[in-house]
């Protein structure tokens, strides 16, 4: 249901503005690589990464069975994509272009293979990038150790107490009174029985547990910090599969949480444990793009970088200068910009993915392979090293998924293929996005593309939130509040669903609602039924303006401008969900309820009525189904267009132009007027109701008693009132009343 969320949106912009004149380019690709698509081969398919040939095949045919089916519900909820400009990131056109791309970077110098700690999980296997780990929140304990310094007790708190092999200092605030005693000093591990200094730093927080903390290569950001900057050794206890290395001992091969468990029982046991307290703290964990929510490791790895610390300003800047609707969600990106402290890890240590064009010889030199031989695939393969004539290996690793997919502005503008297509659809009208790719898809999307062309690539940003279960809930399977799309659109239409995400608010989430379904259903029969109506007494009728328009002819069409007016400034904002919501309640109560029923006795009985006042109804109602065909065209195109096919007979509502107010129509005296018949009738239809009288039942005599500043409006009203009231006689006097009286006389 998010990807329907998502391209409903994507779809009403794009037919707004055909509908508003513009030419709309709108090639609709498939991002397929990614850990997700792996896991799910593995799991479900049981292949292993390591028979790479028939994986890679494997993943490419469940991805294509995966584009299938979304295309298939994109058809049925009337997506209006140029497909036959779609593009998959697994193409081989595609990878040439993430590929020469990488070159570039590299020839600028922003692309390098370093050694470093980097965010790893040991569940999937694969280094990950900042934007890609979140805070989970789990039960833990915190551990207070003690360590001996000169025979003196320094007492250090940590949930992680089987790092204690990768210690290589003991830190404390310079301002701690408590132990300004201790600095400069050695403190001994147990277990161990090595010495490691203790140092000062200010990042110490003097409240949290003892106020000293140990640095172990690499428990957390700060370890790294903390290292580089007291030039201390690197001691890798943990490896990529998650257990222990060799340097701890007797720890070697259990897993982290098997380590832990083991090391504080023995130090325990050896009385170096003071007490340990039960906490709920927050774990750096693998939840981006995908189920794994594994706590991750820093670890020390050769990787390959992509250079964005030192772009930050250039990015907000460029940033800064696009529209973001809503305009709040620019914040989310200069936080997020502000917070960089590490460059973009690009690679990644699995197979379904664009392979890294380079070789790398054990001497340190890297060959970048030649733009003419792209798309390449290095893995498996050797070249001779230019700098020391050995052997050079194929790259392994694959590209992060987010390097595909932060070049599609550049592929749909044919982006060095041609320049004359590229100037005219570059930088791309509109990026449509969810919020919580902002970090990823739209940062590195405005930082790729700036480098490589120097410029912006949106005007504006489309952010909506993410779609939740009927309960409100995040869509989970373990909650069992995950709706497919097929479910309600066989339950429904494609009409009805584009109206449930129609009104979803900017950038907020947002609940898929049975209740909203049932509604957007109703309103849908209640559209049809009308014009139904509408068309029947309209065979006769020739598209020409009448001489004169009566009171309700003048109050609805004035009412109908306004609603152009508004309808058309929430647009150009891309807001969806005010437009429909007042277009419903126009059609529902203005037209329906109201304008309808005035009217009746002059479409009915032109003999008592005249023929031209039965005219001027007939091009009201004409004029204003039409004007609300067009409306209502983005968002429930299906409909507007078999009425529209009935009514009008030529062309489609979707295909026709976007209504403009008409000034000369905007008519306040006549709304006033308007509001006035709406009132006096709906006082009629509640004496009829209450004395269970058929709204169609006759009456007699009624007196309407109204003050004086009323008089003349009511009687321009009075042919009206006594049609759409059924009503033989009606008398009109002035009294002293506030506003109006009606009295019925049996």
Request: hydrophobic letters at 35%; charged letters at 30%; one cysteine or more.
């Amino acid at each position: 249901m998010g990807h329907i969320f998502n391209h409903v949106w994507i779809d009403l912009v794009a037919r707004y503005k055909r509908m508003r004149g513009f030419s709309v380019y709108l090639p609709q690709g498939f991002d397929c690589h990614g850990l997700p698509t792996e896991l799910r081969v593995e799991k479900e398919l049981g292949v292993k990464k390591e028979n790479r040939e028939e994986f890679i095949q494997k993943c490419r045919d469940w991805t294509s069975d995966a584009i299938e089916r979304m295309r298939g519900q994109f058809d049925r909820m009337g997506y209006s994509a140029d497909w036959d400009h779609t593009y998959k990131t697994m193409d081989d056109s595609y990878k040439a272009l993430v590929q020469k791309t990488l070159l570039t970077f590299y020839e600028k110098g922003l692309l390098y293979r370093e050694k470093h700690p980097i965010l790893w999980c040991p569940k999937c296997e694969t280094a990950l990038a900042k934007a890609e780990i979140g805070h989970i929140e789990r039960e833990g304990r915190l551990y207070h150790i003690d360590l001996d310094v000169g025979g003196h007790r320094l007492t250090i708190a940590t949930t992680r107490p089987e790092m204690m092999p990768a210690c290589v200092a003991v830190f404390v605030h310079p301002g701690d009174d408590r132990y300004e005693k201790f600095i400069g000093k050695k403190a001994r591990l147990p277990i161990y029985n090595r010495e490691v200094p203790i140092l000062a730093d200010e990042a110490v927080d003097p409240e949290f547990g003892t106020g000293v903390v140990y640095l172990c290569t690499f428990g957390d950001d700060q370890d790294i910090a903390w290292q580089k900057k007291y030039r201390l050794p690197v001691i890798e206890a943990v490896d990529k599969k998650g257990r222990m290395t060799s340097v701890a001992g007797k720890y070697q091969g259990l897993g982290v949480e098997e380590a832990r468990k083991k090391i504080s029982e023995d130090l325990v046991e050896s009385g170096h444990i003071r007490k340990i307290d039960e906490i709920r703290h927050q774990v750096v964990s693998h939840t981006e793009r995908g189920s794994c929510k594994a706590p991750i490791e820093l670890i020390p790895l050769e990787q390959w970088f992509i250079n964005v610390k030192d772009f930050i300003q250039d990015i907000i800047e460029t940033s800064e200068k696009m529209g973001w609707y809503p305009e709040y969600m620019l914040q989310r990106m200069v936080d997020w910009c502000e917070a960089m402290d590490w460059d973009w890890i690009i690679s990644r240590q699995r197979v379904f993915g664009t392979p890294i064009p380079f070789w790398v010889c054990s001497c340190g030199g890297i060959i970048p392979a030649k733009e003419g031989e792209l798309p390449i695939d290095p893995r498996g393969k050797t070249r001779k090293c230019p700098k020391c004539g050995n052997k050079a290996v194929g790259e392994r690793d694959v590209c992060d998924c987010w390097v595909d997919s932060s070049i599609t502005p550049l592929v749909i503008s044919k982006w060095g293929v041609d320049e004359k297509f590229f100037s005219l659809t570059y930088p791309s009208s509109l990026r449509p996005q969810g919020y919580e790719i902002i970090r990823t898809w739209a940062f590195y999307t405005i930082y790729r593309c700036l480098i490589l062309t120097e410029k912006g690539c949106f005007h504006d940003l489309l952010i909506n939130g993410m779609v939740a279960g009927p309960d409100g809930r995040k869509m989970s399977k373990s909650l069992g509040n995950v709706i497919e799309p097929d479910e309600p659109l066989e339950k429904y239409s494609a009409d009805t669903i584009r109206q449930w995400a129609s009104l979803g608010a900017l950038g907020a989430d947002y609940p898929f609602s049975w209740e909203e379904c049932e509604h957007s259903q109703k309103f849908l029969t209640k559209l049809w039924n009308i014009s139904r109506f509408i068309e029947s007494h309209l065979k006769d009728f020739r598209v020409e303006k009448p001489g004169k328009l009566d009171e309700p002819d003048r109050w609805i069409l004035s009412r109908l401008q306004r609603l152009v007016e508004d309808s058309t400034k929430d647009f150009d904002r891309y807001v969806f969900n005010i437009p429909l919501d007042q277009i419903r309640g126009f059609v529902w109560h203005d037209l329906a309820d109201n304008y309808l029923e005035m009217v009746k006795h002059r479409l009915y009985k032109p003999e008592i009525y005249g023929a031209e006042s039965r005219k001027a109804a007939q091009y009201t109602l004409h004029q204003t189904l039409k004007t609300v065909l067009s409306l209502l065209a983005p968002f429930t195109p299906h409909i507007c267009d078999e009425i529209w096919s009935h009514l009008i007979g030529e062309g489609y509502a979707s295909t026709s132009e976007w209504p403009k107010a008409e000034k000369s129509l905007v008519d306040e005296e006549a709304e006033n007027t308007g509001s006035l018949l709406v009132e006096v009738v709906g006082w009629i239809r509640k004496y009829k109701s209450d004395m269970g009288l058929p709204l169609g039942a006759e009456l007699e005599r009624v007196e309407l008693s109204v003050s004086p500043e009323l008089r003349d409006r009511m009687e321009k009203l009075r042919v009206d009132i006594m049609g759409t009231g059924k009503i033989k006689s009606l008398d009109v006097s002035v009294s002293e009343v506030d506003w109006i009286r009606v009295v019925v006389h049996e």
